[in-house]
């Protein structure tokens, strides 16, 4: 957690020091993203940073765990303008269209979550990744348990295989269009949304023996 020292900053401040660390560890990763360069372009001396926090590592996960719930948060409002009434699956391509979008419209928070997902420390790794999956949990976990209580699955699906499905996808769907090497079999690297709209639909075609009803799958 931050010192009370940060929280004695104005919004505005703080905003531009969150701003730049996200650009920096968003393309140089935790290890080899500066410290120094955050303090110059944010405008600020080095040494206040550890007036902030108590180390690197501290500072890093801060921004990841802030980056996380304001994914969250947004992904939370827009999941809540889709449509119930629509079947499972129609729901979850509207929920991944809206993620693909975030993500476009986003550059800063993509970033970052490519230096979470690719950190190579496992320590560093271990601590931003549990909390980033928290945040995930948060939004995946409930909305599956509502969809099975308004019987949108057959009786014997198993939750933590679906959860677990999406926890896998929805960072592959993510960073595959802007980083190279993470699709050998869509192509999804350079993709718009519009574009990536038919393989989501593929995705969750193939997803649908998991949780389709008997009633539902021939339809």
């Not at 996200?22 to 040494?47: C, P, Q, V």
């Not at 629509?86 to 800063?108: I, K, R």
Request: aromatic share 12%; glycine share 6%.
């Amino acid at each position: 957690m931050p010192t009370s020292t940060w929280f004695r900053l104005s919004v505005g401040k703080r905003e531009r020091v969150l701003e730049v660390a996200m650009r920096e560890f968003g393309e140089h990763g935790y290890s080899t993203g500066s410290l120094n360069t955050i303090a110059r372009e944010a405008g600020i001396a080095k040494g206040s940073l550890f007036q902030y926090f108590s180390d690197k590592l501290e500072f890093f996960a801060f921004v990841c765990d802030e980056v996380s719930r304001r994914v969250r948060e947004e992904m939370e409002r827009r999941i809540a303008l889709t449509d119930f009434d629509q079947p499972f699956d129609a729901w979850l391509f509207d929920v991944f269209c809206e993620w693909t979008e975030y993500m476009a419209e986003h550059p800063l928070e993509r970033a970052l979550t490519a230096a979470l997902h690719f950190e190579l420390d496992n320590n560093v790794r271990s601590v931003v990744r549990g909390t980033s999956n928290q945040h995930y949990l948060q939004v995946i976990d409930p909305m599956l348990r509502l969809w099975k209580e308004r019987g949108a699955f057959r009786e014997d699906v198993d939750l933590d295989v679906l959860i677990t499905t999406l926890l896998l996808m929805l960072p592959f769907l993510a960073l595959a269009p802007y980083y190279d090497g993470l699709d050998p079999v869509h192509d999804l690297r350079g993709r718009t949304p519009a574009e990536q709209r038919p393989v989501i639909r593929q995705l969750i075609a193939g997803m649908r023996p998991m949780f389709a009803r008997d009633d539902e799958e021939d339809r």
